[in-house]
């Protein structure tokens, strides 16, 4: 199972809900839900949430901790997630 860390990349980069809604043209609501785990992005949205991150994120924040595709994606087998 593909792990999605919105929220806490969301929080490490200073970045709102709104903020990053606007910048990727789609409702808050959607980001919100993406932060609480009520439903995910699609893989192909990746790249779009990570440049806008990069684009509107804290500079000092992104300089360092440079955002890397594990700060936002994990994985677990079913048998870790079941455990959890």
Known sequence: MIIFRIAEIMTRYKVTVADLANELEIQPNTVSQWRVGKSKPSIDKLNRIMNAIEDIGDSQQLELFPLNINDIL??????QQKAS
């Open 74 to 79: 994990s994985w677990k087998t079913e048998k």
